[in-house]
């Protein structure tokens, strides 16, 4: 367990040991929460060495993101009890609640008595903040450090860090307002009341304008002119041409594109097995994890780009085929209108005769 370290390197040993039996039937996403754990574990040795050397504010964040990663009663506690080094009391109590939680759950009796009694060592040294609201409006919103408080915490001492805190108050048509409170550690008791929020000056009601009836008119109608219909000189027949060219050239870029990513992959695959067992390739270092990760990723785009390239070049290739003959349309008193389009699985045909 984390609480000691002979105990953290045991329990390492003995998971390393369950994964190597295990490995050759483990699939991908029992493989990423190996990962997951490993990475968990080295945030977990890195934040207690920072915590050896009194450096919490950055031992912290580690032990959180481990918890993420991992969770257990037994980070819960070591987070805890950096946030109290910190400084960060009303943190620290919380998190020394949820840890008890957590080891009542998880069945480690010795885990929920040591958090318990860390959080009542606490509790009566916590500074508190109450936030008054005496007459709240419709639709009003408190917040205190960015993050609402609902209605049930307002006139309640709550538990707060200490330091610097900032109230904001809004509604709607109404001026927001703010304030910081600096709240003292050691049983300090602050208090701050939100006032009334001055409403904004009433917009002023836009004022429909009156709808003018169109002047009547004597004049005859204007005469119909009937345009003679336009003969296609071939041009339609050479800009398609043009345009199967550019995506043809951009398909075959495509394919390119994929060949090149498919060689990547091959190598990045190929590199990571340098950073596994060689009885068992699935069961890899992190730097192995990831790059075998890349390789995967390198792969799936290099698949994309085959599909769109080859796509393109078919639909550039049709393009060509039914591009209109530049003598056959001059001959014609209609231009077709009939396109055929390249899309991501093929192409499409569209238009009228």
């Known amino acids: 367990m984390r609480i000691a370290k002979s105990t953290v390197g045991a329990v390492g040993v003995?998971?390393?040991?369950?994964?190597?039996?295990?490995a050759a039937s483990v699939p991908a996403k029992a493989q990423s929460a190996g990962s997951d754990k490993v990475t968990a574990e080295a945030l977990f040795e890195d934040a207690r060495k920072l915590v050896a050397d009194r450096r919490y504010a950055e031992a912290c964040p580690k032990f959180a993101d481990s918890q993420r990663l991992d969770p257990s009663a037994a980070t819960l506690l070591n987070l805890a009890s950096c946030w109290e080094k910190a400084g960060r009391t009303a943190t620290a109590w919380a998190t020394y609640k949820e840890a008890a939680s957590a080891a009542n759950a998880a069945g480690r009796k010795d885990y929920e008595t040591a958090a318990e009694r860390h959080a009542e060592a606490l509790a009566p040294t916590l500074s508190r903040l109450?936030?008054?609201?005496?007459?709240?409006?419709?639709?009003?919103?408190?917040?205190?450090?960015?993050?609402?408080?609902?209605r049930a915490e307002w006139g309640s001492a709550l538990p707060v860090?200490?330091?610097?805190?900032?109230?904001?108050?809004?509604?709607p048509g109404h001026k927001g307002w703010s304030t910081s409170v600096d709240v003292a550690p050691n049983s300090v008791q602050a208090t701050v009341t939100?006032?009334?929020?001055?409403?904004?000056?009433?917009?002023?009601?836009?004022?429909?304008?009156?709808?003018?009836?169109?002047?009547?008119?004597?004049?005859p109608p204007p005469e119909t002119v009937t345009t003679p219909p336009v003969k296609s000189d071939g041009s339609a027949g050479s800009s398609q041409r043009v345009s199967s060219l550019v995506i043809g050239g951009a398909g075959l870029a495509g394919i390119v594109v994929g060949a090149v990513l498919a060689v990547v992959a091959k190598n990045k695959y190929d590199t990571s097995l340098g950073n596994c067992l060689t009885s068992n390739h699935n069961l890899c270092s992190p730097a192995g994890l990831t790059e075998r990760a890349d390789a995967r990723t390198a792969g799936d785009i290099a698949t994309v780009a085959f599909i769109a390239g080859g796509a393109a070049v078919a639909g550039g290739l049709a393009l060509w085929i039914t591009a209109p003959n530049g003598t056959k349309a001059k001959d014609s008193a209609a231009t077709p209108a009939?396109?055929?389009?390249?899309?991501?699985?093929?192409?499409m045909l569209r238009g009228a005769f």
Not at 338 to 347: E, F, K
């Open 14 to 22: 003995a998971f390393a040991v369950a994964i190597a039996m295990a």
């Open 130 to 150: 109450t936030v008054n609201v005496p007459t709240p409006i419709d639709g009003i919103q408190v917040k205190r450090d960015g993050i609402n408080l609902e």
């Open 161 to 171: 860090d200490p330091g610097a805190h900032t109230l904001e108050a809004s509604a």
């Open 338 to 347: 009939l396109v055929l389009a390249p899309t991501l699985g093929g192409a």
């Open 194 to 219: 939100v006032p009334v929020l001055e409403a904004l000056p009433a917009d002023a009601t836009p004022v429909t304008p009156a709808v003018v009836p169109p002047p009547t008119s004597t004049a």
